[in-house]
């Protein structure tokens, strides 16, 4: 992990990948690089950090050219270093390669190169990579079949891309996104992880898809090739279709307080989704012997909130798998079942792993994503698009909100109640957007906050439609504040995390008007009994609560409501400690390796 840009054209390269680089910066590294083509000679950066704000080559001691690559990486293999980050050399300079990917067999192929007498220069799985073409190259391999071949001998999700010091780009894809880009002047190509990259420059786009190369010539002409075989294939050129391509913070402080403030919009959004797609989805979601629900991370609280709205709202039993333990269910899997994936990339690697052999099974998939051209979206039978509008922060916020939203609307369309669902669903985004506008509110959520930040342990207690809700609390507490924060079922309080209960532990209690606000308040009474202290989230103050944050919702919709104020908890939590708000330390926005 985690981005790959290159670039072809009359512009300064250097400054085109650094601009693409600064682009690809939400979805989380800890270093980077650039290699550029000049005279027939490569020129190499790499540091540790951030991308800075870079003027030109000479900043970089690079010098002028107009074809170049460049990498942001997330450490798997070997710690942050110089020395490890991308693009790694040729031992001849013959090339410089950067990798998206894990190499699963690395020990092994690591261990016969040693033993062969090579020598390394990084503790990085990639620069296996590099030994393996070398080693093609040397048995009189033409570069592009020495990059088919030694791409077949990796295992794992892998895409890399090289340069040579005439220029030529060659990037094979297994696993992790790539996409070209036809820029706006004649001979401009891009070839990058992501089209929000470069969104903004071009007009016409091709995904690479798995087992697939794309070769660059130095004079700009693209040609696409099966990785197996290397036969050539048709391009098919499709126009950039991206809503909001722009990325900008519009005034906010940060990207993540604006994308929350963009939550209604984006509810409203769902509400307008087509008839005829969700007629479709809940037709078979009825047909379906079992229905499933998967997701990674945050995406996966929102698959167990969509599960929830399926057996609750629809009478469907429906079963949430996490992306990463789901391959115990792969044996259960028939050709009458369901999987309904949300997710913010569509690239996330160990759900995509699960969705291919499911796909293989005969099993009928929906996504709801995000990026449009995803690889989910193209695995998906019925593939619907949030358009949300590009998420920079690495904390999911609007977009979580909007596929749980999307799962309610198709819950009320499974159970016949499409329209009725529309509307609840257009009054959350109008109270939303009122809770939003409410000074008083965000001035409580900002002063909770700096209670909080004195805490060494956070816990948050739901039950129902609210628990996978304060789940992912917990998560945007955690990336945020890089605090301890628990999620409790108030039913399971008694069971074990009662123990943990003493003086001054805070305990944020969600209840909404519904069948088991007396069980939830039940479970605050208990805790606070043993001295913790009870923020409630609630439509109003109770005995219980020592404080109360007033949700903007307390019925059915309760829980797409409750997202914004706890996310807008974990934003100024993250503040007042002084963490980097839109990019947490340690996690990446597209996790394309498992």
């Excluded at 706890?566 to 400690?577: D, F, G, I, N, R």
Aim: charged residues 20%; glycine residues 8%.
């Amino acid at each position: 992990m985690c981005g790959i840009f290159a670039y072809h054209g009359q512009d300064s390269a250097v400054d085109q990948v650094v601009t693409g680089l600064k682009r690809l910066e939400y979805r989380g590294y800890d270093s980077w690089g650039v290699a550029v083509a000049t005279n027939q000679e490569l020129s190499v950066f790499k540091q540790v950090g951030k991308v800075t704000q870079v003027a030109d080559e000479a900043e970089l001691g690079l010098p002028k050219g107009q074809i170049a690559i460049g990498h942001t990486r997330w450490a798997t293999h070997g710690g942050v270093t110089q020395a490890n980050a991308h693009p790694h050399l040729a031992s001849d300079s013959s090339f410089a390669l950067a990798q998206n990917g894990v190499v699963e067999n690395f020990d092994t192929l690591k261990a016969a190169q040693l033993q062969a007498g090579e020598n390394f220069k990084s503790e990085t799985d990639t620069e296996v990579i590099v030994k393996l073409i070398e080693a093609e190259r040397q048995a009189g391999k033409d570069l592009l079949t020495a990059v088919r071949a030694a791409h077949q001998k990796l295992s794992g999700r892998n895409t890399i891309i090289l340069i040579t010091p005439d220029g030529e780009i060659i990037a094979a894809r297994q696993g992790s996104p790539l996409v070209i880009g036809f820029g706006n002047s004649e001979g401009e190509v891009f070839v990058s992880s992501d089209v929000l990259s470069f969104a903004t420059q071009v007009k016409e786009v091709v995904t690479v898809d798995n087992g697939q190369v794309v070769q660059v010539s130095p004079a700009g002409e693209v040609q696409l090739f099966d990785l197996k075989s290397g036969a050539k294939l048709e391009i098919k050129r499709e126009p950039l279709q991206l809503d909001q391509p722009k990325i900008d913070k519009e005034g906010y402080e940060h990207f993540m307080l604006k994308e929350i403030h963009e939550t209604p919009v984006v509810i409203r959004q769902v509400s307008t989704q087509p008839i005829d797609r969700l007629t479709q989805a809940a037709e078979l979601i009825k047909q379906a012997h079992s229905v499933y629900t998967i997701g990674s991370g945050t995406a996966g609280m929102a698959a167990a909130q969509i599960a929830y709205y399926l057996r609750s709202v629809a009478k469907v039993p429906a079963v949430s798998l996490v992306g990463a333990d789901a391959n115990e269910y792969l044996e259960l899997f028939t050709p009458e079942d369901v999987l309904i994936a949300p997710s913010q990339s569509g690239e996330t690697a160990d759900v995509l792993e699960i969705l291919e052999q499911a796909k293989e099974l005969g099993v009928k998939i929906i996504s709801y994503v995000n990026m449009p051209a995803s690889s989910m979206t193209k695995l998906a039978d019925l593939s619907f698009l949030a358009g949300a509008g590009p998420e920079i922060c690495v904390m999911s916020t609007k977009v979580f909100t909007s596929q749980i939203a999307w799962g309610y609307l198709l819950a009320k369309a499974v159970a016949g109640q499409t329209a009725d669902g529309q509307a609840a669903l257009a009054a959350v985004a109008d109270s939303v957007q009122a809770y939003l506008e409410d000074s008083t509110a965000m001035t409580q959520l900002s002063n909770l906050a700096q209670q909080l930040s004195g805490a060494k342990d956070i816990f948050l207690m739901a039950k129902g439609q609210l628990f996978q809700v304060m789940r992912e609390g917990m998560v945007k507490l955690i990336e945020g504040s890089y605090k301890h924060a628990h999620a409790i079922p108030a039913g399971d309080l008694k069971h074990y995390a009662i123990t943990l209960m003493e003086a001054g532990v805070p305990v944020l209690v969600a209840v909404a008007d519904d069948a088991v606000r007396s069980d939830v308040l039940n479970a605050a009474h208990e805790v606070k009994t043993r001295g913790a202290t009870v923020i409630g989230l609630s439509a109003q103050a109770e005995a219980s609560f020592d404080s109360t944050i007033v949700m903007p919702v307390s019925g059915e919709t309760a829980a797409i409501a409750l997202v914004v104020p706890v996310q807008l908890l974990a934003y100024h939590l993250a503040v007042v400690l002084g963490n980097d708000v839109d990019h947490p330390r340690n996690i990446a926005k597209s996790v394309t390796v498992k």
